[in-house]
């Protein structure tokens, strides 16, 4: 049996250093760190493996601004989510 769990961490970071008050509400975006949890188990004579976990165990969502919501990939915008799986081998 191996059981992991995994810290993503995103640092903070600053969308426009040219910013003023007028011209960009969202100049911050704060850290976020995530965590999942991961696990798989061995069967019959090591030849059925089950998998299973949990994603952003947390559900924590990510930081309120336009630019995290652009599709780019950086944050988790689905929330917390299950797997199970299993394979074979013959």
């Known amino acids: 049996m191996t059981l992991n769990a995994v810290a993503k961490y995103r640092h903070h970071a600053v969308v426009d250093r040219t910013y003023t008050i007028e011209t960009n ?39 309120r601004n336009p630019v995290t919501y652009d599709g780019a990939g950086y944050y988790d915008t689905l929330g917390r989510a299950y797997f199970l799986g299993a394979n074979y081998r013959f």
């Open 25 to 63: 509400d969202y100049n911050n975006i704060p850290s976020q760190t995530v965590w999942d949890f991961t696990g798989s188990y061995l069967l019959m004579s090591d030849k059925l493996q089950l998998r299973f976990g949990v994603k952003n165990a947390f559900d924590k969502a990510p930081p």
